[in-house]
């Protein structure tokens, strides 16, 4: 079946570079996302990438997927403040319909 | 458009009693699906719909909960004999068709507390 892993949190210090990881099991996946959730917030969709995609490059966000490995990961450069949250990995798996498979969730501390 | 909403935002009820939670989705998107959150976790998705059809539904979904679209607009979200288990977030979120990529908008959620 699906799933999907992240490490549970990382703290890092305001203006440095977070890299937030997630591993997949679905070979099938064509999207991959990643999803940001503030308290008391619904999920904030950041970034995608498709499955043919090594790299996707969104102003201070960068996706890398290794689908060999079914490795993916967020780099957030000159991480802010405002960057606390958790980030949600997710994937579609084979569905064309968008339904999506979560990981637990990174939550990102980021120290002034 | 203001986004996907929710409705009631919050909701406290006792073990045993019924409750319903409305979803709002975007009004053009025909995609609507429920997902449910707990402390500590990724949202699970629980059902799906196409229009009014309910075309996939979870093994989370158990015989006490039934979601409906009847009009292909707004959904509810109904659990019976509420468990203290059911305590969590209980998300809505749509999308439309598109050629290949979905972008699901989410709502706030609706967190139900079993008491």
């Known amino acids: 079946g699906e799933d999907v892993e992240q490490s549970l949190f990382l703290s890092v210090r305001e203006g440095d570079s977070s890299v937030i990881n997630c591993t997949y099991t679905?070979?099938?996946?064509?999207?991959l996302y990643w999803y940001k959730q503030e308290p008391g917030a619904g999920l904030q969709l950041l970034t995608y990438i498709f499955s043919n995609m090594d790299m996707k490059q969104d102003q201070r966000l960068t996706v890398l997927l290794n689908k060999k490995d079914k490795h993916l990961s967020l780099r957030i450069a000159d991480t802010q403040t405002g960057d606390s949250a958790i980030y949600f990995c997710a994937e579609t798996g084979g569905t064309s319909y968008g339904k999506l498979t979560f990981g637990q969730g990174t939550i990102l501390t980021v120290h002034p | 458009d203001t986004g996907v909403s929710q409705n009631p935002r919050h909701k406290i009820t006792k073990r045993g009693q019924n409750v319903t939670f409305r979803c709002d989705p975007i009004?053009?998107?025909?995609?609507l699906y429920w997902y449910r959150q707990t402390l500590g976790q990724g949202p699970e998705f629980l059902t799906y719909f196409q229009n009014e059809a309910q075309l996939e539904k979870s093994r989370l979904l158990s015989d006490r909960f039934s979601a409906e679209r009847p009009k292909g607009s707004f959904s509810t979200l109904e659990i019976q004999r509420t468990e203290q288990g059911d305590s969590a977030m209980y998300l809505c979120?749509?999308?439309?068709?598109?050629?290949?990529?979905?972008?699901?908008?989410f709502g706030q959620g609706t967190r139900l507390t079993v008491v």
């Open positions: 009004s053009e998107h025909n995609r």
């Open positions: 979120a749509s999308s439309r068709v598109t050629g290949g990529y979905t972008e699901a908008f």
């Open positions: 679905d070979s099938s996946s064509t999207y």
